[in-house]
């Protein structure tokens, strides 16, 4: 199967859908700023480790939304403006129309229950079928709104809330509010824009999007990109995430999901577009990749899922161990139609054998962490200025992180910061005001606030 790559160095301008062609690095972007090196920011003898020291894990989910099954309604679409395409071709009526919300109930409990955190995807105009703010043909308002206090009241605590563009399928006129009267490649949004648009061309568009979920009372952070959209504006694509988010919902560090990294690349947050550093006027874009491709089962829910991709049984072997022992983020990837798999749930089993083995083996060494408080934690590590003299290490963060760990050499005795931070004896035990003397090191963990901060020891 072609990927991005592959398939746009053929000379076609069309890319096709993520579940097929996602696998694009983000040094693809080429032009973007990609921030300072938490490396050149530390003094001799203090590091910045993993939150906890442990590694990020994430699930993010595509594709989703309130009731409508993507897969079913999407394929006909793809079809018509890609009719050569034999994975448009498949059976599409067979499969169900609605994803239920007891789904949506018992995916999130079990995820609740085993603190499982990542991103799901509501897109605003599902495959154009109708408006998640206003009215869902097909299911009564009732229904609508009683999806969406799911999420809220489900989803949101443990997962970050993203628009997947406007449709994910058809190209919006923001003038008219409908699809683009042609229907091509070029009007699908997996491939928009076809030529250069300028990042306020953009961040209208992002912002248009995040609005409807605004008017849900969804909160938001970050983006996901519908398969191919911006590949050909990727750094203006950055900026105006930054511009639209900003905009919207008024967050400090705008967020999104486009990139998935393979083999060697690494996988930690690449952070885009810095500027003001060192001034009240920061500003810059998360780009946050995942670590896998989508191995459950696909966009359109028919596939079988690979689970040993991921990890086998004993979680010996697999990508998500793979990642795990180069202690870099394991965000796997999946598209929400293939979770439900047409209403076999052979992609949630799938999921549920991953976390299960992956727990059993890796639980005190991993923690699960939404994309916005990854790309968060990657943000104040790179650009958080520390200074030691003698027994005190002053820190300068241009932002407020949970769980911030440093290790500080030849530190000896109990640390304060504002409080006197309580020590631990063992390294799995680290959270948030604690410390534990490894040797003649200690690890400490806290609460990082945004501005100047004073680490002291006695």
């Not at 990139?259 to 885009?272: A, S």
């Amino acid at each position: 199967m072609q990927t991005r790559r592959a398939f746009m160095a053929t000379g076609l301008s069309v890319a096709a859908h993520r579940g097929s062609s996602s696998l694009i690095a983000d040094d693809d972007v080429g032009i973007v700023s990609r921030g300072v090196s938490g490396a050149d920011q530390q003094t001799v003898g203090v590091k910045v480790l993993l939150p906890r020291n442990r590694v990020p894990l994430s699930f993010v989910i595509d594709d989703s939304t309130c009731l409508v099954n993507m897969g079913h309604f999407c394929t006909p679409q793809f079809a018509e403006a890609l009719p050569d395409r034999a994975e448009y071709k498949k059976p599409w009526r067979d499969w169900p129309r609605e994803i239920p919300d007891q789904f949506v109930r018992r995916f999130g409990e079990w995820c609740a229950d085993r603190g499982v955190r990542g991103k799901y995807s509501i897109v605003p105009y599902p495959a154009c079928v109708g408006w998640v703010d206003r009215e869902m043909p097909g299911w009564s308002r009732r229904q609508l709104q009683g999806s969406l206090k799911l999420v809220r009241e489900l989803m949101v605590p443990n997962w970050d809330i993203h628009p997947e563009m406007i449709t994910h399928t058809r190209v919006i006129d923001l003038k008219t509010g409908r699809p683009m009267e042609a229907i091509n490649a070029g009007t699908m949004e997996n491939s928009y824009p076809q030529q250069k648009k300028s990042v306020d061309e953009l961040a209208v568009y992002l912002a248009y999007a995040l609005r409807i979920l605004k008017r849900c009372d969804l909160p938001c952070e970050g983006i996901t990109t519908p398969g191919g959209f911006g590949n050909l504006v990727k750094s203006e694509l950055a900026l105006a995430v930054d511009q639209a988010v900003r905009d919207v919902y008024h967050v400090d560090l705008p967020h999104y999901f486009k990139y998935v990294r393979t083999g060697e690349q690494n996988t930690e947050p690449i952070l885009e577009h810095v500027r003001g550093l060192g001034t009240d006027d920061l500003s810059l874009t998360v780009n946050v990749p995942a670590g896998t491709g989508d191995w459950f089962g696909g966009w359109q829910g028919d596939r079988v899922p690979d689970t040993d991709r991921y990890c086998n049984q004993d979680a010996t072997s697999g990508r998500m161990v793979e990642l795990i022992e180069r202690k870099q983020p394991a965000i796997m990837l999946c598209h929400w139609p293939g979770i439900y798999s047409n209403g076999t749930e052979a992609g949630f089993r799938a999921f549920q054998r991953i976390v299960t083995s992956l727990h059993a083996r890796y639980r005190d060494q991993t923690v699960w962490m939404k994309l916005s408080e990854i790309g968060r934690y990657w943000a104040a590590k790179d650009l958080t200025a520390m200074k030691r003299n003698g027994k005190q290490i002053a820190l300068n963060a241009p932002f407020d992180v949970k769980h911030f760990t440093l290790r500080v050499a030849n530190a000896m005795g109990p640390a304060r910061l504002d409080a006197r931070l309580k020590q631990v004896s063992k390294i799995s035990a680290l959270t948030a005001g604690t410390w534990f003397q490894s040797g003649q090191d200690q690890i400490l963990c806290f609460n990082l606030e945004r501005g100047s901060s004073l680490l002291q020891w006695d």
